[in-house]
């Protein structure tokens, strides 16, 4: 089916680790967009991306690497996780940039111990 | 500034009521106000969204009311159906540039 697959959908691991949380869409949309969904904070901006091989920093970059090699892929690696990156994380395409509809795949909850 | 302030944190309305959500925002470039909603376990979906040139927006039983010179702008519900229990974002942008969401607002309605 077309449309925006995130994986994993649950995902527990130790602080320190390497993570990639996976993000594919199949409607070769131009942008995508990492967000983080914490309590009280609603949705924050992590990384985004215009087009393959571009890609820019959000509200809070910082502990994460991202990288679109191919238009429909967009990964998200946290190098050495930490407690506080423990969250929800979505992955999202447009078909250009923020005065489209975003459409977001179900998210991956990432606990980290 | 680029924030956008979203009000209530969550909000109970009984069956057949009118709940409003309120969202006020700072940067006056700002051009598209879009309302997503989520269900528990999924991703957000668009909903509904408006333009600064227009001061509301129908699409079946929700509403955006939008006051430029107040820099604000409202999602209203009207009849609510317990299936319209979910959290719901306000956005925010200017052009092309990225959204800014709001915190959420956690909806619940009562049968």
């Known amino acids: 089916d077309a449309g925006i697959t995130q994986s994993p959908r649950y995902k527990i691991t130790e602080t320190g680790r390497q993570v990639t949380l996976m993000c594919h869409q199949t409607?070769?949309?131009?942008?995508m967009f990492w967000y983080r969904q914490d309590l009280g904070h609603g949705l924050r901006l992590i990384y985004y991306?215009?087009?393959?091989?571009?890609?820019d920093k959000g509200e809070v970059p910082d502990g994460y690497v991202v990288s679109r090699s191919k238009t429909e892929n967009f990964p998200l690696t946290l190098e050495s996780a930490t407690r506080s990156q423990t969250s929800v994380y979505f992955c999202?395409?447009?078909?250009?940039?923020?005065?489209?509809?975003?459409?977001f795949g179900d998210g991956t909850r990432l606990s980290i111990l | 500034q680029q924030q956008v302030k979203q009000s209530p944190q969550s909000l109970i309305v009984q069956k057949g009521g009118i709940p409003i959500i309120n969202c006020a925002y700072e940067n006056t470039a700002f051009d598209y106000f879009p309302w997503y909603q989520q269900f528990p376990g999924k991703g957000p979906a668009l909903l509904i969204a408006?333009?600064?040139?227009?001061s509301e927006k129908k699409e079946g039983r929700f509403t955006i009311s939008f006051n430029k010179s107040a820099k604000q702008f409202s999602l209203h519900i009207m009849d609510s159906q317990p299936g319209d229990s979910a959290t719901y974002f306000c956005a925010a942008s200017k052009g092309a540039q990225k959204l800014v969401f709001g915190q959420g607002t956690r909806l619940t309605i009562n049968p």
């Open positions: 999202a395409s447009s078909l250009t940039g923020g005065n489209q509809p975003q459409h």
């Open positions: 408006i333009r600064p040139d227009v």
């Open positions: 991306s215009a087009a393959a091989d571009i890609t």
């Open positions: 409607w070769s949309h131009s942008y």
